[in-house]
């Protein structure tokens, strides 16, 4: 953990900063925007300062931080599940920023001393970085709704593969938004899965990178499966497009 004198010194430096320098320079140019959000919502502070993870409270938003302690890799939990895990996925590290790489580092550290766990590691975006190492890697259509039918049948395929108490948490909403997706309504985010509602019916979906879908309706016992090749700057228009194809077309030839 960083010390109390340390964390007083970035504040008051803070403080300094935005009295000395960034009011000045907002009196000339004025801020685009009144706030600035993430793609997920997420509001976004004009400055980070480190934190420790003895600090994170379950259920509590943090959007972005600069840097983690690097003693947080010492907790005794923290060095369970690092020293015990299988596999390791680590996705778009923010590490290296002058004068706060401490953490980063600590935790690379941290993932190299599990010398048995299988490590995935990627850039900006991680599925993307899989797509330029393993070109040959895709998922079938049919794989796609096999693994939705897994959710549905609560992650029993005659055997219990996924712990039907982890599905059902995974796949409630634990955010809300604030806008529909086209037709869909109440859209949120369980754990890796996406939530929201087309009129009566609820619904949970997986989004993958490029367009690729697995929308799950359990009340009409259906699993819808697309895949497209979206991988342009303008991608979410694409992947958007589905949508309406979803509530206008295939949900109607079910229900009638």
């Known amino acids: 953990m960083y010390d109390d004198k340390y964390l007083s010194e970035i504040e008051r430096r803070k403080v300094e900063w935005e009295k000395n320098t960034l009011n000045k320079l907002l009196e000339k140019t004025p801020e685009r925007k009144k706030e600035f959000v ?5 509001p976004i502070k004009r400055i ?24 947080s890799f010492d907790l005794p939990g923290v060095v369970k599940v690092m020293g015990s895990a299988k596999t390791i996925f ?12 401490e953490g980063s580092e600590k935790l690379d550290r941290t993932i ?10 990627g850039g900006g975006d991680t599925l993307q970085e899989f797509k330029n190492l393993s070109p040959g890697l895709y998922l079938a259509a049919r794989d ?45 985010y369980g754990f890796q899965w996406w939530t929201g509602r087309f009129d009566e019916y609820p619904i949970y979906f997986a989004s993958g990178f490029g367009g690729q879908w697995i929308l799950n309706v359990p009340d009409l ?9 979206a991988f342009t700057e303008n991608n979410w228009q694409q992947m958007a497009s ?15």
Do not use: C
Not at 221 to 229: D, E, G, R
């Open 48 to 71: 980070y300062l480190p934190i420790d993870m003895k600090e994170f409270k379950q259920r509590k938003e943090y959007g972005y931080f600069l840097d983690v302690a690097p003693e």
């Open 144 to 188: 796609m709704a096999r693994f939705g039918y897994l959710y549905m049948e609560n992650g029993y395929l005659n055997q219990q593969i996924v712990p039907s108490e982890w599905v059902e948490f995974s796949v409630q909403n634990y955010r809300d938004y604030t806008e529909p997706w086209e037709e869909m309504e109440d859209v949120g």
């Open 221 to 229: 016992n259906m699993i819808i499966v697309a895949t497209m090749n």
């Open 242 to 256: 589905l949508i309406p194809i979803i509530y206008n077309n295939i949900l109607p030839a079910v229900i009638e």
């Open 112 to 121: 190299d001393s599990n010398r048995d766990a299988q490590k995935f590691y």
């Open 38 to 42: 993430t793609t997920s919502s997420v």
């Open 90 to 101: 680590v996705n778009a590290v923010m590490g290296l920023t002058p004068h706060f790489f």
